[in-house]
C-alpha cells in the first residue's frame, strides 16, 4: 500500500540559510499535519492542512511557512535557520472526511544545521 | 493549555513479563488516544488507539483501556519480547467534524526495553 512519501530525507544546511521539506500525503487523503523532533524529545505539531487550506497552527515559528497545493502534497518552508531548528521532520496524513482520526506518518527528514 | 503527562521515562523488564506504561490528559474535550512505537530514527508507527466511546480494545499481546473521569488510559504490553524493545508515545487529540483542531498532543515516551 502507498504511504506517506517525504522529501528529501537528510538535510543539511548552515545557519542563516533556508530549506524546504516536500511530503506526499497517501493518496486520497485529505489533511497533511506537521510535526517536528528534536532529539530524545515528542513530537511536536507544527501546522495542518485540511482540503488544502490551513486547518490548524501549534508551536511553528514565524521563520517558517507552510502550505499545501492542488496536488494535496505539502511543502514546509524554513528560513534563517538555527541551530535549534534541527530535528526530524514528520509528515502525517488522514482521511479526516470519512471520520478517520488515524495518522500516517511519513519517514521523516533529518535537518542538521551546522 | 492541552498536555498529556506520561509514565515512566524509561522501563526494564525481562522477556516474557508485561510492561504498563500510564498517560493523563489535561483537555477533557480529547476523544481519540493512539499510541505510537519508535525505533532509533524511524517514523512513529501506530500500534493501537482507543476512542472515548470505548473502555477497553485489545489486539494479541496490546492492550489499551481508558478512564474517561479519571483522564487516564494505559498500555498493556503482555509476554513481552526482545523485538518490542523501543519507545512508545501515548497521544490525543480531540476529533470533531466541525472543528478542524485534531492535532496529536503527544506524552514525553517511555523508552522500554526487554531484556531476553
Known amino acids: 500500500a502507498a504511504g506517506v512519501i517525504q522529501s528529501p530525507r537528510h538535510l543539511i544546511k548552515e545557519k542563516r540559510e533556508t530549506a524546504t521539506l516536500k511530503c506526499y500525503p497517501i493518496?486520497?487523503?485529505?489533511?497533511v499535519y506537521w510535526y517536528q523532533q528534536g532529539p530524545g524529545q515528542d513530537p511536536q505539531f507544527l501546522i495542518s492542512?485540511?482540503?488544502?487550506?490551513?486547518?490548524d497552527k501549534g508551536s511553528i515559528p514565524d521563520r517558517f511557512s507552510a502550505q499545501q497545493f492542488s496536488d494535496y502534497h505539502s511543502e514546509l518552508n524554513m528560513s534563517s535557520l538555527e541551530l535549534g531548528d534541527s530535528a526530524l521532520y514528520f509528515c502525517?496524513?488522514?482521511?479526516?472526511?470519512?471520520?478517520?482520526?488515524?495518522?500516517?506518518f511519513g519517514p521523516g527528514t533529518r535537518l542538521t544545521v551546522l | 493549555g492541552e498536555n498529556v503527562e506520561q509514565h515512566p521515562s524509561t522501563l526494564s523488564v525481562q522477556e516474557g513479563d508485561s510492561a504498563v506504561i500510564k498517560c493523563t490528559y489535561s483537555d477533557s474535550a480529547s476523544n481519540y488516544f493512539p499510541w505510537y512505537k519508535q525505533e532509533l530514527g524511524k517514523r512513529p508507527q501506530l500500534i493501537i488507539d482507543i476512542r472515548s466511546n470505548v473502555g477497553e480494545k485489545k489486539d494479541q499481546r496490546i492492550a489499551v483501556t481508558l478512564n474517561k473521569t479519571a483522564k487516564h488510559f494505559s498500555l498493556h504490553i503482555t509476554e513481552t519480547q526482545p523485538e518490542d524493545s523501543a519507545v512508545y508515545f501515548c497521544a490525543a487529540s480531540r476529533f470533531v467534524h466541525s472543528y478542524n483542531t485534531d492535532k496529536l498532543i503527544f506524552g514525553t515516551g517511555t523508552r522500554l526495553q526487554v531484556f531476553p
Open positions: 492542512f485540511y482540503e488544502k487550506m490551513q486547518s
Open positions: 493518496p486520497r487523503h485529505d489533511t
Open positions: 502525517a496524513s488522514s482521511l479526516r472526511r470519512q471520520g478517520h482520526n488515524e495518522q500516517f
